[in-house]
């Protein structure tokens, strides 16, 4: 049964946290990818990585069932933005901004529509 926002880190990820901490929460930009099967605990480890920020705004966003578009919107919003705010205008908000930001994207396979058969 998988965990939830209060479960545990395993001693395992303990290290893997403090690797991904001295990697992330720097001031120089990066880019680290999370993956891992329902319930091995990646999303409580996102959730860890961005409550230990201090130099950032961190960001959660949970990739909706909807698609693509209701992500940008939900991202839009957390950011500070119009909820129809387009990927341009994001992308200008982010490369104009004075705030640093910390984004996880959680559960983004939910935005691969599995092709069955052929």
Known sequence: MPGDDF???VPYAKDELQQLSKYLLTNSPAICVITGE???GATRLLKQLLHKVKN???VYVNCP???YNQLLAHFAVSIGLEEDASEMKILSHLRK???NYLIAIDNCQRLVK???GD
């Open 7 to 9: 479960s545990p880190l």
């Open 97 to 99: 901004s004075n705030t």
């Open 114 to 116: 599995p092709k069955l």
């Open 65 to 67: 069932l909807a698609g």
């Open 56 to 58: 950032a705004e961190p």
């Open 38 to 40: 329902r319930g091995v």
